[in-house]
């Protein structure tokens, strides 16, 4: 499991004061307003950001940074993904699991044939979709319905799935 989860990703500075818009990566935006702190993630490794203030501008979060007072100075993390350790990620409903957990999981169906390695997950309006790319890199898309998923097991680095006709 990753030690950090992206919450964000700084798009552009807002202003000359040091803030920045921030396209938000997590389900519920509202959770900028109980961050203290967040990792901006650079090419020279992660750096610690105090947050001061958090702004709501359209689909867009604005930060500012303590310490961070001049556009010169935050103009070096546009581009930067931010990031959260898991003490401070939100907590997850059961059944719930965060992306970056489910990927390299081995599914199998309800039979226990090896099917592929989940590789990717495309988010949709209805429902996420995985991607599970078998041996022969044929690619196989399972909806996340209760239909299709029977079980995900972390711990064993498994997901068990029941093909829909047609899949």
């Known amino acids: 499991m990753e030690q950090y989860l992206q919450v964000g990703v700084i798009s552009s500075t807002h202003g000359i004061r040091g803030e920045v818009k921030v396209y938000p990566t997590t389900d519920d935006a509202g959770r900028f307003k109980k961050l203290k702190e967040v990792f901006a993630g650079t090419a020279a490794g992660n750096v610690l950001l105090s947050v001061e203030q958090v702004k709501f501008f359209k689909q867009m979060v604005i930060l500012k940074f303590k310490g961070i007072d001049s556009i010169n100075e935050v103009e070096k993390y546009k581009g930067c993904p931010l990031l959260v350790t898991r003490d401070n990620a939100i907590e997850l409903a059961p059944g719930e699991y965060f992306l970056c957990d489910l990927i390299g999981l081995k599914v199998y169906d309800e039979d226990g044939s090896f099917l592929g390695a989940l590789t990717e997950v495309i988010r949709t309006g209805a429902n996420d979709v995985y991607v599970v790319t078998a041996e022969n ?16 097991s972390l711990e064993k680095g498994t997901m068990t799935v029941h093909l829909l006709e047609g899949l």
């Open 137 to 152: 890199k044929k690619e196989l898309l399972i909806p996340n319905i209760k239909e299709c998923i029977i079980e995900v």
